[in-house]
């Protein structure tokens, strides 16, 4: 069962998976009550915040799912979500300062 747990693509699709979860569970806690779905993504976009949003979804949420890995001797995962880690903070360079 470890075996399967432990992949590099498992790694990766949670990586990439995670912080999208964070935003949607942050939007859903603290703005679900005030603002439609559509108004939360348009007011990121507007407000020009959207680059931070991701950003902090993305290393607080990977963060724990990397220490788990790590913690539980699932190396490949591991690096499998840093490396989704990377490439979200590659996107979110290229975003913030048009590289």
Request: hydrophobic share 60%; charged share 10%; proline share 1%.
């Amino acid at each position: 069962m470890k075996s399967k747990i432990n992949s590099t693509t498992l790694g990766l699709i949670i990586g990439l998976l995670v912080p999208l979860l964070v935003i949607l569970l942050v939007y859903v806690i603290r703005f679900q009550s005030n603002m439609s779905l559509q108004t939360f993504i348009d007011s990121m976009l507007v407000h020009r915040i959207y680059t931070k949003v991701i950003a902090l979804g993305v290393y607080f949420g990977n963060i724990v799912f990397f220490f788990i890995f790590i913690k539980t001797d699932l190396l490949k995962a591991a690096k499998g979500v840093l490396l989704a880690t990377i490439l979200y903070s590659l996107a979110i360079m290229v975003f913030r300062f048009g590289m």
